[in-house]
């Protein structure tokens, strides 16, 4: 499923748009910035609340195409500049995490050749 239609199926707001839009087969969720770079799987959309470029940072180290911010956190322009830098989507949601998660998944299970 490419980034696009996973923003229209979640009702994602777009805070960086002018992002390549491509195919995504995996995410992960997490606030620890250290067990992202440590388990998640490159070209994985992240999952968090860490609403900072700390966050870019790590998402550029693991080839991430998309951040999805959960509950509405406020983001600063320092975030979406170093999206910007980065070539990376960066959406939020008034969602929790469990629920973007759920939503995802399902739409990634779906989206997945047999």
């Not at 748009?17 to 995504?24: G, K, L, M």
């Not at 870019?56 to 320092?78: F, M, Q, T, W, Y």
């Not at 469990?98 to 995802?104: G, N, R, Y």
């Amino acid at each position: 499923m490419t980034l696009e239609e996973i923003a229209k199926r979640l009702k994602l707001k777009a805070l960086y748009s002018d992002y390549e839009n491509i195919f995504c087969t995996n995410a992960y969720c997490s606030d620890l910035l250290s067990d992202i770079m440590g388990n998640a799987k490159d070209g994985s959309i992240l999952i968090s609340i860490q609403a900072h470029k700390n966050t870019v940072a790590v998402a550029s180290l693991k080839d991430s195409p998309a951040i999805i911010i959960c509950n509405n956190r406020p983001i600063g322009e320092d975030m979406i500049e170093a999206c910007k830098d980065e070539g990376i989507a960066l959406f939020v949601t008034g969602d929790n995490q469990f629920e973007v998660s759920a939503k995802l998944y399902a739409c990634l299970h779906k989206a997945l050749p047999s």
